[in-house]
């Protein structure tokens, strides 16, 4: 299956920003953010196809996700 995966901010650092990849039916959020290298607990949010989910969430063909760093400030 292909999903687009779409990374920001830091996340982009030494990284490709946004990738059409190829994974196995059955793939999680959580394998394709340790296939990018991220720690999961550099996240903040995670999104597929423009909807909070968590890492234990299966793709489907032709998802968009997205991840970003967690942000600091106030």
Same mark, same amino acid.
Do not use: W, Y
């Given at each position: 299956?292909?999903v687009t995966v779409k990374l920001f901010a830091s996340f982009r650092t030494g *990284? ?9 039916? !059955?793939?999680?959020? =959580? ?5 990018? $290298? ?12 423009? *909807? ?9 063909? !032709?998802?968009?996700? =997205? ?5 600091? $400030?106030?």
């Amino acid at each position: 299956m292909q999903v687009t995966v779409k990374l920001f901010a830091s996340f982009r650092t030494g *990284r490709t920003p946004i990738e059409l990849c190829d994974f196995p039916a !059955g793939t999680t959020v =959580a394998e394709v953010v340790a296939r990018q $290298g991220i720690p999961e607990a550099d996240l903040g949010i995670m999104l597929v196809n423009h *909807r909070h989910v968590k890492l234990e969430r299966v793709l489907a063909d !032709g998802d968009i996700l =997205a991840l970003f760093p967690l942000l600091g $400030g106030g």
